[in-house]
């Protein structure tokens, strides 16, 4: 299961191997959903998140709303956008006083761009960015006067290959790194979160994902980012803290301004994910022998 946590420091704070943020954990009292990848904004004085809100008995996530009130949780979870497909990592962009949202649409092979008509809960597509990738966890940001996209292919595997695109501007057009994939490592690839700029760096969170999908968050200081380069070292890992109520993994690190967003990670039983996972083996197994039923009946045709 996972749940969203907040810390009133700013993202930088976490590059101290020394320091350990105080992380506000949200109380997720039911067990037929979990919400992860929170990305946020601050909107006349409230803290909106937006998140990947995951229902186990639907099999499928959406993404929903949360709102703030000077530290206060305002009642309601909300959807703000739900398709037939699987969404997730709603990735947020602030640009030329509009908001702007990336979420991962994988399932439906693009990248799609989303413009809030009224942050944070109308949101119209503003167009297509990249079609024909499956672009897992697409992050976003403008550095050097140029357009950045990083993102894992789901089709070579979500966890280990890095992609670069870039573009002159957010709408594009954009084309792909020189050198994709650019990175190969299960251990710091895949995107976790808002890159950010200190002390004259570039820095990008990235997925821990080695052990377990999500297991800690990585902090990369990109050493060169052009159309034909790039490289980057670990800077710092980001591990779950045993004594808090998600021991088990981190995979997504944001910024708003001075507040950082994370989510975190608790293993348990869930008899409802049990029972979903149960009904989809037992529809692939009868799905799977009406399927060599008809094979058989095609393969040997009645005599008449």
């Known amino acids: 299961m ?36 929170p990305f946020g904004a601050v909107v006349d004085g409230r803290l909106c998140i937006l998140c990947e809100k995951f229902d186990f008995r639907k099999d499928k996530g959406i993404i929903a709303a949360l709102e703030f ?10 959807a703000v956008l739900d398709f037939p497909s699987h969404i997730s990592y709603p990735y947020l962009i602030e640009h030329e006083g509009n908001h702007y949202m990336i979420p991962e649409t994988s399932a439906d092979m693009e990248v799609a761009l989303f413009k809030a008509e009224r942050f944070p809960n109308r949101w119209e597509k503003a167009g297509v960015l990249i079609e024909g990738v499956a672009a897992v966890d697409s992050t976003v940001f403008k550095y050097n006067g140029r357009w950045w996209m990083m993102f894992t292919d789901g089709a070579s595997g979500p966890n280990n290959l890095l992609h670069i695109w870039h573009a ?20 710091s690839s895949r995107p976790g979160g808002t890159p950010f700029e200190y002390d004259g760096a570039l820095y990008r969170p990235a997925q821990d994902c080695s052990r377990t999908y999500g297991g800690a968050i990585v902090l990369n200081r990109v050493l060169t980012l052009t159309p034909t380069e790039f490289a980057e070292e670990k800077a710092t890992v980001i591990r779950p803290q045993k004594d808090s109520p998600c021991p088990d993994g981190l995979h997504t690190l944001s910024s708003v301004g001075g507040i950082t967003l994370i989510d975190g990670k608790r293993c348990q039983f869930n008899s409802i994910a049990l029972k979903v996972a149960l009904i989809q083996k037992a529809a692939s197994l009868i799905n799977g022998r009406r399927r060599a039923g008809q094979s058989t009946v095609s393969a040997h045709p009645a005599n008449g």
């Open 69 to 78: 009130d000077s530290r206060s949780l305002l009642p309601g979870f909300y």
């Open 2 to 37: 996972w749940t969203i946590g907040i810390a009133y420091q700013p993202i930088h704070a976490f590059l101290d191997p020394k320091s350990s943020p105080r992380i506000y954990w949200l109380p997720m009292k039911r067990k037929d959903i979990f919400a992860a990848d």
């Open 168 to 187: 002159p501007d957010l709408l594009g057009p954009w084309e792909a790194h020189a050198a994709n994939p650019v990175k190969d490592d299960i251990f």
